[in-house]
């Protein structure tokens, strides 16, 4: 009789003591986002970073919507791009439960999604205002699978054969076309360098 009373107490413990850690988990995630909610930034970062290891989901979720701001200090699109993926990806792993808690927390797949869209779009609206075939190229390469990825590549084609043509030489053209095969601006350079081979070698 003492022994079973004995383990009975040591599994109350241990259960206590779980569940004591899931709430300590769950709360520094709540702690996080109603700092969110009164633009307490330095708070909400901090809490979020001790939670990455344990709550990598949420907490990265959280560190993305800080670094998508432009109303604090930590503003850096490229790093809410890198967390919005960290947690996409983490949420299509975690087991119901998880996602359930985090339900609680008014996130899910599609807070992530439609989070992970306003980053794509705040980062192609950075690479049209530098207008450089270096910040189109940067969105291309970072901003995979955006919507405007397609637009993005048309508009550095653009650029790049503007530059081409400026210089208005065969070689440069013939980079161009070997640079970009599948830019509308193709054709146009082909026939362009054709007769610029012709006159360069032919006077």
């Known amino acids: ?13 241990i259960l206590t003591f779980f569940i004591a850690i899931e709430m300590a988990c769950a709360g520094g995630l709540k702690d996080g986002y109603d700092a969110l ?10 809490v979020f970073e001790k939670a990455l290891k344990k709550e990598p989901v949420g907490a990265s979720y959280g560190l993305s919507i800080i670094y998508s701001r432009n109303n604090n200090p930590f503003y850096n699109l490229d790093s809410a791009l890198v ?3 960290v947690a996409e990806k983490g949420f299509k ?7 359930e808690k985090l339900a609680t927390l008014k996130l899910d797949s599609l807070s992530m999604y439609q ?14 205002e530098t207008n450089t075939i270096e910040g189109y190229n940067h969105f291309i390469k970072k ?3 955006a919507m405007q990825r397609s637009e993005a590549e048309n508009l550095r084609n653009g650029l790049a054969y503007a530059q081409a043509e400026a210089k208005n030489t065969s070689i440069v053209l013939l980079d161009f076309i070997k640079m970009y095969p599948s830019a509308k601006e193709v054709d146009q350079a082909t026939k362009r360098y054709e007769k610029l081979v012709f006159t360069e070698y032919t006077i």
Request: aromatic fraction near 14%; include cysteine.
């Open 83 to 85: 967390y919005v993926v």
């Open 93 to 99: 792993q975690l087991p119901k439960k998880e996602r």
């Open 37 to 46: 909610k009164i633009h307490d930034y330095f708070k909400a970062k901090k």
């Open 1 to 13: 009789m003492l022994f079973r009373l004995y383990q009975y107490r040591i599994v109350s413990l």
């Open 143 to 145: 901003n995979i699978g």
């Open 115 to 128: 989070q992970h869209l306003t980053i794509d779009k705040k980062c192609f609206e950075r690479a049209q």
